[in-house]
């Protein structure tokens, strides 16, 4: 039964027109008064007022305006039209802003911005794009002058951060698909076995949580050989005193291939090792020696070195043992019992002298002592955090099309606008990175209502949070910065200005330091 059709037959004199036929013809009061628990109150109708349920978004906004990002991504988008019943450049790149922030993963949530009265005019926009005109838009977008003008705006997002030292973080993720996509084909895929999917190659700058690049291939494309055409890419695009202090990644990157990419560019590697027959064998030869030290979180390490089959040098690994806890021990030996002996890639068990160890191998170009090498691969776990973060709590998990290349500009796009999302966070959170779970409520979410009078915009927030007392006072002094920015930086280009943003963004990763140096700083002055 539709709507109208029950508010009719619930109409008080059951019969002639109903609720609906007479809100048609007669105009809305100006107040009802309802009867309620807590008194008598009266509701007032207000359908033309400018409102928003992401009323704390015009500080981002502000954001985006004093960096200069926002224009200048939206001057270089490579869409083009030839109607001229076409939605503007600006409204279609400004409504897929809007809804990536508002955490949309369908194309068909898109059509919830069109009920935010406030934001769109805020970012320049005349009108909300539709889900089928964003799609239309990435469909007649051209690859390779989409992926160009995506990668030139992903790295001038965190281009001056790499003049300070960092580590590279490479990784895979998959994406299952559930319809007719282009390369959607089955693959390594633990989560969904037999699923078709999309690998996700990513990199990003190692515990900053800022993403370098993510590119969309086939599901059966997860191998580290398909990466490195555009891991290197982006490599030799940058100059040296720029690139990263070492590459760091998982067993996936173990490989001669991989190594040798990296050797030739004399750029320092940090990667695990498959568990191989040979790899099994060191381990077995090295378990009884008595030159293992501590390694930090009751993990022991020892150094060693290893050439394997299809290798053209001995390189140095770093072995690493930790004995499993009793009950750890016990589920081990259990599914020993019970399962049939297959490639995995949890860590392996050993046992030795009655104690059952868990271990890792490592092979690495660093000379650092084997407590820092531990370590350095520990911290790689955080790399996880962003596949989560950016799979669940943001849109790599959809978006989703039958061509493959809208999923990679939709990748890149979210990719962006996160960067944007978690540099403005740390201006107001700089001592951790605040994920979208929390970031959203906290700094996004609150009814505004915009009004007008003597030529003066107003936008009234209210923020629902516990912590909206926090907050204010945040976005506030986040205000105050862009202004002294704004005012006492006149003679900087745009890239100066980003420069101070950033050291104030990771001030505490730079213990308080400016990015690059005074020299350089004076040489980008206008």
Known sequence: MSDEKALTRIHPEGEGEGVADEAREEPLAAATSLDTFGGKIQVKWAPEAAVSAFGQMAFFIEFLKTSGLFDAWVNDCPLRYTSRNAPEKRNVLGTILLSVLAGH?????ISAIR?????????GMTKVASEDSVRG????????ESGAWLKKHLKASYEPLLEEPWALDIDTTVKPLYGHQQDATRGYNPAKPGRPSHAYHSSFIANLRIVLDVEVQAGNQTASSYAQPELWELLDGLPEPSRPAFLRGDCAWGTERAMEGAEQRTIPYLFKLKQTANVKKLIGRMFGKPEWVDAGQNWQGLES??????????RR??????????????AAAEKERKAAKQLSLDLPEATWQGVRYEYAVLVTSLQDEVRTMAQLYRDRGDSENNFDELKNQWAWSGFTTQDRKR?????????????????FMRLGIPDKHAEAITSRPLALHGIARQTRHANQ?????????????VIQAALTKISGFFKIIKETTEQLTQLARWRLILSAAFRVFLNGRMIGSTARLASETG
Do not use: F
């Open 137 to 144: 838009a990435l469909k007649s977008m051209d690859a390779e």
């Open 317 to 330: 690994v770093v072995l690493l043992r930790r004995p499993l806890r009793e009950k750890d021990a016990a």
């Open 105 to 109: 993963w369908r194309y068909a949530h």
């Open 457 to 469: 915009t107003t936008v009234e927030i209210t923020s629902t949070h516990a912590m909206a007392p």
């Open 407 to 423: 999923c990679q500009i939709m990748a890149r796009l979210t990719a962006l606008i996160y960067n944007w999302w978690t540099i």
């Open 305 to 314: 070195e290893l050439r394997l089959s299809g290798w053209t040098k001995k």
């Open 115 to 123: 009920g935010d009265g406030v934001n769109p005019g805020l970012l």
